[in-house]
């Protein structure tokens, strides 16, 4: 895959080479994300960010991204502050802001807008989420997260057992987590959610094909020897009413008492976030917050490093990273670690 000038709109795009390229960058831009250095390799650039959805994990991380590779942002939030709200077409707004950008990153509840808008766009565009299709730069950020947390326990992804669980159906994150999954052998996956919010068949079939073993049930009973557990949470804002999602709400809590009794004593606790942390949500619980395999927050850092990676590779600047750094002279406890 070329990423030079390429828009990042669907996992479908990559293959291993690609993702393992990605991933390698990544890895290298652990100083910059953790202030030991600083690098002006995009100084001057501008990151058009443009946010018609609820977001902050991902506005804040892509614009954080690009600044620390010394970029630019200037950003767009909401659907009612933009000219969308009169009516202008997404068309006619990429081609405007594409003059105004280098790059754009972009979120809309529409599922395929991101295309329709890469369609008007003379600069990259990268998907930040497109209603409740795909979300490709998360999925390549668990995807990283899980290489590196089950490499901590000597595992890797080929032939690993993942439990995903929640709302499947509109949760786009695991959508794009399970195609890219399709590219890397033996995985068991064990699907748990309510039947009206199972897994979309054709991606259970792409799983299916692609030789893994694909188990799908309502019941989170016995003991599961699963590596990893992904809680979704309930995605309230692509159901008809509140009440419709108010009847699947805190099916399948996740706290210390259920982890103890359905998983293993390492299994690795991912969540794309934002939880439910409402007392009645009954999602993924605080009691789980000193548990050392509870990885969400090391998700969402590594989504920095993913975000940086991306706009290198599309920039065309990966290599040139290292020769417009210096060192970073403010206090910064994250460069201790
Ligand atoms: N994971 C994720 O997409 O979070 P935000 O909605 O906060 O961006």
Same mark, same amino acid.
Request: with cysteine; aromatic share 8%; proline share 4%.
């Given at each position: 895959?070329?990423?030079?000038?390429?828009?990042?709109?669907?996992?479908?795009?990559?293959?291993?080479?690609?993702?393992?390229?990605?991933?390698? =960058?990544?890895?290298?831009?652990?100083?910059?994300?953790?202030?030991?250095?600083?690098?002006?390799?995009?100084?001057?650039?501008?990151?058009?960010?443009?946010?018609?959805?609820?977001?902050?994990?991902?506005?804040?991380?892509? %614009?954080?991204?690009?600044?620390?590779?010394?970029?630019?942002?200037?950003?767009?939030?909401?659907?009612?502050?933009?000219?969308?709200?009169?009516?202008?077409?997404?068309?006619?707004? +990429?081609?405007?802001?594409?003059?105004?950008?280098?790059? !754009?990153?972009?979120?809309?509840?529409?599922?395929?807008?991101?295309?329709?808008?890469?369609?008007?766009?003379?600069?990259?565009?990268?998907?930040?989420?497109?209603?409740?299709?795909?979300?490709?730069?998360?999925?390549?950020?668990?995807?990283?997260?899980?290489?590196?947390?089950?490499?901590?326990?000597?595992?890797? =992804?080929?032939?690993?057992? !993942?439990?995903?669980? %929640?709302?499947?159906?509109?949760?786009?994150?695991?959508?794009?987590?399970?195609?890219?999954?399709?590219?890397?052998?033996?995985?068991?996956?064990?699907?748990?959610? $309510? $039947?009206?919010?199972?897994?979309?068949?054709?991606?259970?079939?792409?799983?299916?094909?692609?030789?893994?073993?694909? &188990?799908?049930?309502?019941?989170?009973?016995? #003991?599961?020897?699963?590596?990893?557990?992904?809680?979704?949470? !309930?995605?309230?804002?692509?159901?008809? #009413?509140?009440?419709? +999602?108010?009847?699947?709400?805190?099916?399948?809590?996740?706290?210390?008492?259920?982890?103890?009794?359905?998983?293993?004593?390492?299994?690795? !606790?991912?969540?794309?976030?934002?939880?439910?942390?409402?007392?009645? +949500?009954?999602?993924?619980?605080?009691?789980?917050?000193?548990?050392?395999?509870?990885? &969400?927050?090391?998700?969402?850092?590594?989504?920095?490093?993913?975000?940086?990676?991306?706009?290198?590779?599309?920039?065309?600047?990966?290599?040139?990273?290292?020769?417009?750094?210096?060192?970073?002279?403010?206090?910064?406890?994250?460069?201790?670690?």
């Amino acid at each position: 895959m070329k990423f030079t000038g390429a828009n990042i709109l669907s996992v479908d795009q990559f293959d291993r080479d690609a993702i393992e390229h990605i991933f390698r =960058i990544a890895d290298q831009m652990e100083p910059y994300a953790h202030r030991r250095k600083r690098t002006r390799v995009l100084d001057g650039a501008i990151l058009g960010n443009l946010f018609f959805e609820p977001s902050t994990r991902t506005r804040i991380s892509f %614009g954080t991204a690009f600044n620390l590779l010394g970029g630019e942002v200037r950003e767009t939030t909401g659907m009612e502050s933009s000219a969308l709200a009169k009516g202008e077409s997404l068309y006619d707004t +990429a081609r405007v802001l594409s003059s105004y950008s280098d790059i !754009i990153a972009m979120r809309h509840p529409k599922a395929g807008s991101v295309t329709e808008f890469a369609e008007g766009s003379r600069v990259p565009v990268i998907n930040g989420g497109d209603g409740a299709n795909e979300h490709p730069t998360q999925a390549l950020l668990d995807l990283y997260t899980i290489e590196k947390e089950l490499a901590h326990h000597g595992g890797s =992804i080929d032939g690993m057992h !993942i439990c995903m669980l %929640g709302d499947l159906k509109y949760g786009r994150t695991v959508h794009s987590l399970s195609k890219l999954l399709c590219m890397f052998k033996n995985v068991r996956l064990t699907l748990i959610s $309510p $039947p009206e919010l199972a897994m979309p068949q054709s991606i259970c079939d792409a799983l299916t094909n692609a030789g893994h073993q694909v &188990i799908n049930t309502s019941e989170l009973s016995g #003991s599961l020897d699963a590596d990893i557990v992904y809680q979704t949470r !309930i995605q309230q804002e692509r159901f008809n #009413s509140l009440e419709e +999602a108010e009847q699947y709400r805190g099916r399948f809590r996740l706290n210390s008492e259920i982890y103890t009794r359905h998983y293993k004593p390492n299994t690795v !606790i991912m969540h794309p976030l934002p939880r439910d942390s409402r007392a009645e +949500a009954n999602e993924l619980d605080n009691d789980l917050n000193q548990n050392p395999n509870l990885a &969400i927050f090391r998700q969402a850092d590594n989504g920095v490093l993913i975000r940086m990676a991306l706009f290198a590779a599309t920039l065309g600047v990966e290599h040139l990273v290292s020769r417009y750094d210096t060192d970073v002279i403010w206090y910064s406890d994250k460069a201790i670690n």
